[in-house]
């Protein structure tokens, strides 16, 4: 999923409209041009966990129900003379292309925050109007967006800030938001000399010309309490036709008072072939997701395309692992991103109870 996020580096800035209540000033405090996750429940039972990005008036991001697991785009406008009000419509895409295939409308979202905004409250109707239900959120993230130039690169990192979770979670994904700022500095720096080098070697011209970009945007898949799971896009730009992008993941969990950033093999018990379960299940998602390149099981070269090292770009759940792979793992450029879900009661006999997933097995 391609996401182009336009903003520069906001820390402290905030976003305020205001509206006549009676005799009152209404503010809207705290919330900024930027991007924020909610979470929270519809009707009082439905976790779902949204992220939505302010530009202006205009809003859209996504959200998914925490057992599904399938993000559900939105977008819409925020009405500042409403106590800062958002209209949102709900779409999911169909057809085999993710972002470029076809989408239908499946509901619309009225809700609006606190004066703080760290309280949502509105309203969840159907697409076709026939029921709502009431929506309870709050806002437990928020997004710093950060951008660089030199000369002919820029240089951009989106990275989540919690605000509600628990401490050693926050302190785990603050530091990979420095992570972000230093691979910025770094990029700018390596861009620079070979910048120079190019100059130097007589493409001075070609140096004018040309402009490149390197982004990292986070996006929180699961938070709670014990868990943040952590999907990044990588985008690059250097040249050519057009730029490449890829995934990287991480997850962080907390057990006996210690966060730990866990591994695939972590989920799985020793004492199981669970290697051959991930891989018959990981086939049977693949020709769901129809991908261009489905390894065959008779083929010599089934293992090394069906290696567990492959699938490393992982993000959990309540629902199940959900595994992201970037063009040319599993289809061609053009057919884009591949997102596999597997429910964990696909996985379940060779899963570590005592694992992460452990709690959501029950």
Same mark, same amino acid.
């Given at each position: 999923?391609?996401?182009?996020?336009?903003?520069?580096?906001?820390?402290t800035?905030a976003?305020?409209?205001?509206?006549n209540?009676?005799?009152?000033?209404?503010?809207?405090?705290?919330?900024?041009?930027?991007?924020?996750?909610?979470?929270?429940?519809?009707?009082?039972?439905?976790?779902?966990?949204?992220?939505l990005?302010?530009?202006d008036e205009?809003?859209?991001?996504?959200?998914?129900?925490?057992?599904?697991?399938?993000?559900l785009?939105?977008?819409?406008?925020r009405?500042?003379?409403?106590?800062?009000?958002?209209?949102?419509?709900?779409?999911?895409h169909?057809g085999?292309?993710?972002?470029d295939g076809?989408?239908?409308?499946?509901?619309?979202?009225s809700?609006?925050?606190?004066?703080?905004?760290?309280?949502?409250?509105?309203?969840w109707?159907?697409?076709?109007?026939?029921?709502t239900?009431p929506?309870?959120?709050?806002?437990?993230?928020?997004?710093?967006?950060?951008?660089?130039?030199?000369?002919?690169a820029?240089?951009?990192a989106?990275?989540?800030?919690?605000?509600?979770q !628990?401490?050693?979670?926050t302190?785990?994904?603050?530091a990979?938001a420095?992570?972000?700022?230093?691979?910025t500095?770094?990029?700018?720096?390596?861009?620079?000399?070979?910048?120079?080098?190019?100059?130097a070697?007589?493409?001075?011209?070609y140096?004018?010309?040309?402009?490149?970009?390197?982004?990292?945007?986070?996006?929180?898949?699961?938070?709670?309490?014990?868990?943040a799971?952590?999907?990044?896009?990588?985008y690059?730009?250097?040249g050519?036709?057009?730029?490449n992008?890829?995934?990287s993941?991480?997850n962080?969990?907390?057990?006996?008072?210690?966060?730990?950033?866990i591994?695939?093999a972590?989920?799985?018990r020793?004492?199981?072939?669970?290697?051959k379960?991930?891989?018959?299940?990981?086939?049977?998602?693949?020709?769901?997701?129809?991908?261009?390149w489905i390894? !065959?099981?008779?083929?010599?070269?089934?293992?090394?395309?069906?290696?567990?090292?492959l699938?490393?770009?992982?993000?959990?759940?309540?629902?199940?692992?959900?595994?992201?792979f970037?063009?040319?793992?599993?289809?061609?450029?053009?057919?884009?991103?591949?997102?596999?879900?597997?429910?964990?009661?696909?996985?379940?006999?060779?899963?570590?109870?005592?694992?992460?997933?452990g709690p959501?097995?029950?």
């Open positions: 999923m391609l996401r182009r996020l336009i903003t520069l580096l906001v820390l800035a976003f305020a409209s205001t509206a209540a009676g005799n009152e000033t209404w503010h809207w405090g705290g919330m900024p041009d930027r991007a924020i996750v909610l979470q929270g429940t519809i009707d009082g039972k439905y976790a779902v966990l949204m992220t990005q302010f530009k205009s809003v859209n991001g996504d959200y998914f129900y925490q057992s599904v697991g399938v993000p785009s939105v977008t819409g406008k009405n500042p003379e409403a106590e800062g009000l958002c209209t949102l419509i709900e779409s999911e169909i085999d292309k993710g972002d076809d989408s239908k409308q499946t509901g619309q979202w809700i609006k925050p606190s004066r703080d905004g760290n309280q949502w409250t509105g309203t109707t159907k697409a076709d109007g026939e029921k239900y929506v309870q959120l709050k806002r437990v993230a928020e997004y710093d967006l950060l951008s660089r130039t030199i000369r002919s820029t240089a951009e989106q990275t989540p800030r919690l605000l509600l !628990n401490p050693l979670l302190q785990a994904i603050d990979l420095d992570e972000h700022v230093s691979g500095a770094q990029y700018l720096d390596e861009t620079r000399k070979d910048l120079q080098r190019m100059a070697e007589g493409e001075a011209e140096v004018e010309r040309q402009h490149y970009y390197s982004a990292s945007t986070t996006h929180i898949d699961h938070l709670d309490d014990r868990v799971s952590l999907n990044i896009m990588y690059d730009y250097s050519g036709a057009h730029g992008y890829g995934y993941t991480r962080y969990v907390i057990k006996n008072g210690k966060v730990n950033e591994q695939l972590d989920l799985f020793n004492d199981t072939d669970w290697i379960l991930l891989q018959a299940q990981m086939l049977i998602g693949l020709k769901a997701a129809k991908a261009e390894p !065959n099981p008779s083929d010599e070269d089934y293992e090394k395309n069906m290696d567990p090292k699938f490393e770009s992982f993000t959990i759940a309540p629902h199940g692992p959900t595994f992201y970037g063009p040319y793992q599993y289809g061609s450029f053009a057919r884009g991103a591949i997102t596999v879900r597997i429910p964990w009661k696909d996985l379940k006999p060779v899963l570590d109870p005592s694992g992460p997933a959501w097995l029950k």
